[in-house]
């Protein structure tokens, strides 16, 4: 089966996704991996996008351990690249 | 080399206005900040005691890394039995205090006894050479920044003070313990706010605490070059990584208002309408034209995690304005504007306030009727009313359960009599197991899980493995916000001491701590009946999918047997 981009999901955003830690999907771009959970996970591209299509301030966005630019969420990746979502979650 | 040794603890007896030193057993080496509080209420406190009366006593613990090199290690505990909740209670600060007391070899400072004549306000000085009793007539009502200034004319310019406001001297059990931060002004800034120990110290008639370190230099650890370069890792690392707190917990507010844990009117709703203007994103923006920044509260930290807010003019107005505070007083009493809630922190770090009892509390007022909600300058008003110690002022100050009694009022969102801090336990239900069997009460450093997703089976498990690896940071003196692991904590124990510390023995440091506070609590009189959620947070539900807190008692009191240790509990991040 051929490899498919991994997109691993921070512990605040496992309610849409009703406890999923990881999800592959086909994408090949950064925004078209989100949006694929978005689809397989109504409402976690809320958690993700605003309402113009831009990444929340408070989301943070990873390539294979490596942050990524905002701007540069839909430059190709390859499929077997995992992404991850990482958002502060704790406040004193 | 063999490692810090020859430490003391100081006993201060109020009654007698006398100190002595005395040696801290080797034993307990691996205990410090909440663990040696915990150790030493178990040992030396009756647990029934009145908390305001002089068989209390009241704790201050750095942690057991702190006075090291170690980064973001200064973290002190201060602890006694809660007038709030009637059980024990460790409340954490940063600061400099706990890495001062370290420097110079003490452990803890124990605090026993009463004065004859409750109207006397006394100081202890600690120095290297031990520490001393005197009156100080003159600090009596000080508010904490005009203390601070005051004292600074008759210390050393790197002195740093625990003191407590005109409210712990009121004893009122919304009071909190003032640390002076690590910037050169020492502001009073750093607050061990929750469960009312600012009235426990204010009931042994103890304004404030100094500690002078003089030519102390940092402890030395076993393996020095090992512990060296161990800081100098972690420190590239967390550099390189994320750095989630760069710009403060404020900045979780629109996260926090999109998982519905942004408590609005007393927790009637999960978000809030004025989410934008609450955000601490406004404050980061306000550095640019205000002056402001982000700056350390302790020496040696690197997250930089606190705020240095200034006002329009560009004066400074308050700093460690962070989420819970923005939440409890501001979207929780519908106040819409940072600016004021900036103004309300100030105002409850100079009289000495928990600013989440104190937003809880005016939250229940506002919801009873006594004043409309979103009112900003009357909520000021309270709080110098507080201050005043009128009879209103002291509802307020005496927090969220006793001004719901007072006012008639049902809605009264609190564990253990302690009220319910921002991280919302309907829609975080595993945290509010958290709330339920933390032997703190509703407290969200005590285990926060911020999982929606996460089943219900799981809920015991992870509120047990989130409170143990909480209690274990807050004994090392890491601060939450660094997010240290068990296995980075004990790597660091290792190399200070010379000997290694298995995973086993870390975690039974941490269980251990949780037995011993959940002992004397038992010894205290609480019981299961004690672990319920409150009453509306069982029933008024919020959010898209309208969730209430339903989980059943049988699963909260699973959170008390111990789970088996797997890979996770070692290397999952302390986190609060």
């Given amino acids: ?92 | 080399m063999p490692g810090p040794s020859g430490d003391r603890l100081i006993r201060v007896d109020m009654t007698q206005q006398s100190v002595e030193i005395t040696a801290f057993p080797d034993d307990w080496k691996l205990l410090g900040g909440r663990a040696l509080s915990a150790r030493i209420l178990l040992e030396e406190c009756d647990a029934g005691c009145e908390p305001l009366g002089p068989d209390n006593v009241l704790v201050m613990a750095p942690g057991v890394i702190s006075g090291t090199a170690a980064p973001t290690s200064g973290r002190i505990s201060i602890g006694g039995k809660s007038p709030l909740t009637g059980g024990i209670k460790e409340a954490n600060a940063g600061g400099d205090p706990g890495q001062d007391l370290m420097k110079l070899g003490y452990r803890a400072v124990i605090v026993t006894g009463q004065p004859a004549d409750s109207d006397k306000r006394y100081a202890v000085d600690v120095t290297a050479e031990g520490a001393s009793v005197k009156e100080v007539p003159d600090c009596k009502g000080m508010w904490n920044y005009a203390l601070i200034e005051h004292l600074a004319k008759s210390y050393s310019k790197d002195a740093s003070f625990v003191s407590i406001g005109p409210a712990g001297e009121l004893q009122l059990t919304g009071s909190s313990v003032a640390c002076t931060d690590g910037d050169k002004e020492r502001r009073p800034a750093r607050h061990a706010a929750r469960g009312g120990l600012g009235a426990v110290m204010g009931s042994k008639g103890l304004k404030y605490l100094s500690v002078e370190t003089g030519k102390a230099r940092l402890r030395d650890p076993a393996n020095r070059k090992e512990f060296l370069a161990r800081g100098k890792t972690y420190t590239k690392a967390y550099r390189e990584g994320p750095q989630m707190f760069k710009h403060g917990t404020s900045t979780v507010v629109p996260m926090a208002n999109m998982l519905n844990t942004f408590p609005y009117k007393n927790r009637t709703e999960g978000q809030s309408p004025d989410v934008e203007t609450l955000d601490g994103a406004r404050i980061v923006e306000s550095f640019e034209e205000r002056g402001g920044e982000m700056h350390n509260c302790m020496t040696g930290c690197i997250v930089q995690c606190s705020n240095i807010v200034h006002d329009a003019e560009g004066n400074y107005k308050t700093s460690a304005l962070e989420f819970e505070t923005l939440t409890l007083l501001g979207a929780n009493c519908a106040i819409a504007s940072w600016e004021d809630v900036a103004d309300l922190d100030r105002l409850c770090d100079e009289i000495g306030l928990d600013t989440v009892e104190t937003g809880a509390a005016i939250a229940v007022y506002m919801d009873s009727g006594g004043m409309e909600f979103g009112d900003a300058e009357g909520a000021k008003a309270l709080l110098k009313e507080i201050a005043e110690g009128t009879e209103l002022g002291k509802m307020i100050g005496s927090g969220a359960v006793a001004t719901g009694k007072k006012r008639g009022h049902k809605r009264v969102p609190a564990v253990k009599g302690q009220a319910i801090p921002a991280w919302d336990p309907r829609p975080l239900k595993a945290t509010g197991v958290t709330y339920c069997t933390s032997p703190m009460g509703a407290d969200h450093t005590a285990g926060l899980i911020v999982n929606p997703g996460l089943p219900e089976e799981e809920f015991a498990r992870a509120s047990q493995e989130s409170q143990l690896v909480n209690a274990v940071c807050d004994s090392s003196g890491f601060c939450q916000f660094l997010q240290p692991s068990l296995d980075d904590i004990r790597a660091f124990y290792g190399d200070l001491y010379g000997e290694e510390v298995s995973r086993q023995q870390i975690a039974d440091l941490g269980w251990q701590c949780l037995q011993d506070e959940w002992e004397f609590n038992r010894r205290a009189g609480l019981t299961s009946a004690d672990d319920v959620m409150a009453d509306c947070m069982q029933v008024d539900a919020i959010g898209p999918q309208q969730v209430v807190f339903d989980v059943s008692a049988e699963i909260v009191a699973q959170a008390y047997e111990r789970c088996e240790l797997r890979d996770e509990l070692f290397t999952a991040n302390a986190t609060g």
């Fill in chain 1, 1 to 92: 089966m051929p490899a498919m981009p991994l997109v691993r999901i921070p512990a605040p955003y496992r309610g849409p996704t009703r406890g999923a830690e990881r999800v592959e999907v086909e994408g090949s771009t950064v925004r078209g991996c989100v949006q694929a959970v978005a689809d397989a996970f109504p409402g976690f591209g809320e958690q993700v996008f605003d309402a113009v299509g831009d990444v929340h301030r408070f989301v943070t966005l990873f390539v294979n351990g490596v942050e990524i630019d905002r701007d540069a969420i839909d430059e190709p990746i390859e499929a077997s690249d995992e992404v991850e979502v990482l958002a502060a979650i704790a406040g004193g």
